[in-house]
């Protein structure tokens, strides 16, 4: 075996940064990764979510890291699609010799007893001509902080880091270029060549894939999806939209833990050139919660009982009272420390500084997060299984917790950094939180203060009509002080904490069309006139358009509701997916894709069709 180690980074660069629409997504429900539609994996961090990347270019072109297959002629279009009902991405290459495409995936079952390794695998057939293909492969290991040697053998190549060891298996020979590998190949009709990269023991040999290997794990891995997503009971207008989403959030979830991150990203802006730059690859208590009230609407009760589970070992660490019974944000496997740092040797996208790692909101009071919390699991133990003793008890002492805290300022739903708030929101969402307590305990007859949470519940709305409530803006708004305006409040009919044609939400709802929509698209607030501690501007948000759309549907205005719905459509990529902004060009921005987008449009298109009939 012939060792290769370089110091330099010689090896060719890529073009300008793609636009965070041209991706798709793959993953094996323990990471996931982008790739663009020129052919490059720029996003890759293993073995998990919120691992260190293997593949980073999509937050520095030059030093980040990419995996790389394309044409190597020039003048080609790209097309990009997903097998129908799978994430199995085929990225097509259009040129004037022919015609070829990379089918990338990565297995989701490695089989009973072994341990997961982190298969991913480029597949590359030729369809019509003669096509010749060029691989570059160029690793940069935690965040292209780490060096690493490069170890050639006749099956392929090791990557070995301080902190992990990466093979790249292929018959076809590799030779080395910069810090990493090229190759360039030539395939007829029919043709194709495999690659595959895979988390291995530092004394690993690479070995050689056969083509029926390759078939095998690509039929197991179409099989799996279209398994999981036959259970959908969605049977509504929007069926392809609404499983691309559902496919999304599965995608997202952390299969040993059932937990469901927000986003597989870090970093990506709010607005180019912005500071608004987030690490989204943990758990929010919010965003899985909305999650499982999805998925569950869906028909989708396992993943509702692994996140119940996940969510059972939460209730039982011990925290101080003050910060509340659970965190706000999670590592993966349910850890704690989310310390923010950045990483000021990355340039960001495109040179949208800083690159944050960890997030600083982890240590911040929600207390909307309960509300969100306990209304999926109501809606669990209605149609999903009941609750059990243990679960029921650790819920009881949350709402104990709501009944003493619900009146405190917060950083709210948006995680503002410039001081607390009486947020609007937050005390909705205590609302929700007691009245759906409220709701499990008499129908099924468990035990409970009744008498006390209903009087909790009832001075959370008073106080919310008194306060919450602007006469001169005749809306409610975002906290007791101000008379700004806030899309958070476009769910209170949502949570049925008002009628939908109440004259005090209607008159809200008319404000909001006014001051926070621009041709269907939604702001969360007034940046300029509600200042958040943070620097810039931001886009719009993607979740709170598709809250506009239910809410205009619940008020009757269906016409206008599903106009709204189908023009939000069309800012979707290529590939029915979304970021977590639009920008003022219609771009993609923020994290990819992200969860709450996904999950809101799913609910969004099961009220429209109940709605329509």
């Known amino acids: 075996m012939d060792s290769y180690a370089s110091p ?33 994996i720029d996003w890759y961090c293993c073995p998990s979510f919120d691992s260190p990347s293997v593949f980073g270019a999509i937050l520095d072109r030059a030093r980040g890291g990419y995996y790389r297959i394309a044409p190597a002629v020039d003048g ?24 070829g495409e990379v089918q990338d995936f990565m297995p989701v079952d490695n089989g009973l007893g072994q341990t997961h390794r982190n298969r991913l695998i480029r597949r590359v057939l030729g369809v019509r001509g003669t096509m010749h293909f060029r691989l570059n492969a160029q690793p940069r290991f935690n965040y292209a902080l780490d060096d690493h040697d490069t170890y050639f053998h006749e ?48 004394t690993y040999i690479p070995r050689a894939y056969s ?34 989403s559902a496919l999304t959030l599965k995608l997202l979830t952390y299969v040993p833990t059932g937990a469901i991150v927000a986003a597989p990203t870090t970093s990506l802006p709010e607005l180019m050139g912005g500071s608004r730059n ?83 909101a982890a240590g911040q009071l929600q207390l909307d997060i309960y509300g969100e919390l306990i209304d999926s699991v109501y809606v669990y133990d209605k149609y999903g299984s009941p609750i059990h003793h243990d679960a029921w008890s650790d819920l009881c002492k949350i709402i104990d917790w709501i009944s003493q805290h619900w009146d405190q300022a917060d950083e709210g739903v948006w995680e503002v950094r410039g001081g607390r708030q009486n947020f609007t ?58 008379d700004v305006l806030d899309a958070s409040i476009l769910v209170m009919p949502m949570v049925r904490f008002i009628a939908p044609a109440d004259r005090r939400w209607l008159s809200t709802l008319d404000a909001m069309s006014s001051e926070l929509v621009s041709d269907s698209l939604v702001y969360r607030y007034n940046v300029e006139a509600s200042p958040d501690g943070l620097d810039g501007e931001e886009g719009t948000f993607s979740m709170c358009t598709f809250w506009y759309v239910e809410a205009l549907a619940r008020a009757g205005r269906l016409d206008e509701a599903r ?39 799913i609910s969004a298109a099961c009220c429209l069709d109940e709605q329509l009939g």
């Not at 940064?17 to 539609?37: F, N, Q, R, S």
Request: aromatic content about 10%; some cysteine.
């Open 425 to 482: 929101f937050s005390r909705l969402m205590s609302w929700v939180a007691v009245d759906r307590a409220i709701r499990i305990a008499t129908g099924r007859g468990l035990p409970a203060d009744l008498v006390g949470w209903q009087s909790v519940r009832d001075a959370i709305y008073h106080r919310i009509m008194d306060k919450g409530w602007h006469p001169e803006r005749h809306a409610f708004v975002q906290h007791d002080t101000t």
């Open 76 to 99: 080609w279009t790209p097309k990009q699609l997903y097998l129908p009902d799978t994430n199995v991405l085929i990225t097509r290459f259009l040129t004037t010799e022919g015609v």
């Open 211 to 244: 083509e029926e290997e390759t078939r095998e794990a690509f039929a197991a891995t179409v099989a799996f999806w279209r398994g999981w997503l036959a259970k959908s009971r969605y049977q509504g207008r929007w069926r392809e939209m609404v499983h691309r």
């Open 278 to 360: 987030w690490d989204y690859r943990y758990i929010w208590i919010r965003d899985a919660a909305f999650s499982l009230y999805a998925l569950l609407r869906l028909g989708f009760t396992d993943e509702a009982a692994a996140f119940m589970g996940w969510l059972t070992q939460r209730f039982q660490e011990a925290r101080p009272a003050a910060d509340g019974p659970l965190q706000v944000i999670y590592n993966i496997d349910g850890g704690s420390d989310l310390t923010e740092r950045t990483l000021d040797h990355l340039e960001g996208y495109p040179r949208s500084a800083p690159v944050r790692v960890g997030n600083g």
């Open 8 to 40: 330099d980074d010689t090896a060719s660069e890529l073009p300008g940064y793609l636009p965070i629409a041209e991706h798709g997504i793959i993953g094996d429900l323990h990471t996931a990764a982008l790739v663009g539609t020129d052919g490059t």
């Open 563 to 601: 106009l709204v719905f189908e023009k939000m459509l069309t800012y979707a990529n290529h590939l029915g997916l979304y970021s977590e902004e639009i920008g003022p060009k219609g771009e993609a921005l923020g994290n990819f894709p992200q969860a709450l987008t996904h999950l809101a449009l």
């Open 155 to 202: 099956n392929g190549v090791l990557f070995r880091s301080a902190g992990i060891c990466m093979a790249l298996e292929t018959p076809l020979e590799l030779k080395p270029e910069g810090r990493g590998v090229q190759c360039q190949f030539a395939l007829e009709p029919g043709e194709s060549a495999t690659f595959v990269l895979e988390r291995v023991p530092e």
